[in-house]
């Protein structure tokens, strides 16, 4: 039996970003939920889940072709998925270059044999599961977060939930002159 492997490509915060992110998650009810561990926090790009372990290579050669531009982001709405009963922290708004990522990297994987969601893509960062939605709190942070690189992550189960492990990183240059927003 060939061994699998649980991967997902995402953005993967600076300690920077991900002490500001924590910061943010003070002000949300996350005690009243499973909240994710701190290493942990992260924006998924695409999830691809079980793969064989010798197919790992092609993943990472796929990613390897996407041609994308360093962005920013601002994290500064939270909300939740009432259905997965997950509390995240997201975008007002999405930046185009974000999601040109995204399709870049679903187009590239498509000789991988994935297939992407149906559904729109909502970027956000999972602060806990198990939430049950009622009125969620307004919050008083705004996160800027200078993208200039997405991961290949592979989730380990580990003793008490799971661990994250960056396997690949991809740099992005920064837009050209005059071309992007990137502070």
């Not at 009243?32 to 290579?57: E, M, P, Q, S, Y």
């Not at 994308?68 to 939270?78: G, P």
């Amino acid at each position: 039996m060939q061994a699998k492997r649980r991967l997902f490509f995402a953005l993967w915060p600076s300690a920077d970003v991900r002490k500001q992110i924590v910061a943010c998650a003070k002000q949300l009810p996350v005690h009243k939920a499973r909240a994710v561990a701190n290493t942990n926090l992260h924006i998924t790009l695409a999830f691809i889940g079980a793969v064989d372990k010798d197919k790992v290579d092609h993943y990472i050669n796929a990613a390897a072709s996407v041609k994308a531009k360093a962005f920013h982001l601002k994290l500064n709405q939270a909300g939740c998925f009432s259905r997965a009963k997950v509390l995240w922290l997201g975008c007002d708004q999405v930046e185009p270059a974000l999601q040109d990522l995204v399709s870049s990297l679903n187009h590239a994987l498509l000789d991988c044999g994935y297939v992407a969601e149906d559904r729109p893509y909502t970027p956000h960062v999972t602060l806990a599961r198990k939430f049950h939605c009622k009125q969620l709190p307004e919050i008083d942070c705004e996160i800027d977060w200078n993208v200039d690189s997405f991961a290949l992550v592979e989730s380990l189960s580990v003793v008490g939930g799971v661990e994250y492990k960056v396997l690949e990183s991809w740099s992005m240059p920064p837009p050209a002159e005059g071309g992007g927003f990137y502070l």
